[in-house]
Nanobody, 122 residues
């Protein structure tokens, strides 16, 4: 069983940085590829970034490429999303997700976290 808990969200000014964390209390964390998704008010949930089980492979959405970086620490059962050069349009609830298959796909997620709110002010 995977139980994902996100943290690190908050209010930040445009151009600022935040690092989101997502921790799993289970014992099978390294068996799963992981992903970050986000949902802005009134919009569909969208893909942000994904990382393979070992952390060797990553993929980021075009909208965040060069600004956001996904990483993981399997010893700490934690996946991170470093967000730099934040823009008001990055405002959303950010969700962590786990799936046995890389890349993590919005249509086939096994486990979701409950999300953490990121608000970027202009």
């Amino acid at each position: 069983q995977v139980q994902l808990v996100e943290s690190g969200g908050g209010l930040v000014q445009a151009g600022g940085s935040l690092r989101l964390s997502c921790a799993d209390s289970g014992r099978t964390f390294s068996n799963y590829a992981l992903g970050w998704f986000r949902q802005a008010p009134g919009k569909e949930r969208e893909f942000v970034a994904t990382i393979s089980r070992s952390g060797y492979y990553t993929h980021h959405a075009d909208s965040v490429k060069g600004r956001f970086t996904i990483s993981r620490d399997n010893a700490k059962n934690t996946v991170y999303l470093q967000m730099n050069s934040l823009k008001p349009e990055d405002t959303a609830v950010y969700y962590c997700a786990a799936d046995p298959t890389y890349p993590v796909n919005l249509d086939s997620i096994h486990y979701w976290g409950k999300g953490t709110l990121v608000t970027v002010s202009s």
